[in-house]
């Protein structure tokens, strides 16, 4: 489809209200009342349940691969897994995804 740049505009408008009520309806409408306990517990996992949504296709559909799956990838993604439960600490996971994500690519290189 071929959008011209006023129907693009359009567009993004109407994603930018959609967004804007959304976060209004929930931040706007109580934002000045106290939550039930519920509520507060269970946005506490909102960072949880994002992350992963945003990593998974660059873990199992790669552009630098053209799409497919990689081992390396698979491995650091399974290393930060690993370091963040066994370390309990995110940026500690982070960190031995990213050491076993060069290294791998450094040894795929060298082969």
Do not use: C, K
Request: hydrophobic content about 60%; aromatic content about 8%; proline content about 7%.
């Amino acid at each position: 489809m071929n959008y011209s740049t006023a129907e693009i505009w359009l567009i993004i408008a109407a994603l930018a209200v959609g967004t804007f009520l959304i976060r209004f309806s929930f931040l706007g409408l109580i934002g000045n009342r106290p939550m039930p306990p519920i509520v507060l517990q269970l946005l506490r996992f909102t960072p949880v349940a994002v992350l992963p949504g945003m990593v998974a296709p660059l873990v199992l559909w790669p552009a630098a691969t053209g799409g497919e799956p990689d081992l390396v990838r698979l491995l650091a993604a399974a290393a930060t897994l690993g370091v963040g439960l066994w370390t309990r600490h995110v940026l500690m996971g982070m960190i031995g995804g990213a050491v076993t994500l060069y290294a791998g690519l450094g040894i795929t290189a060298l082969l």
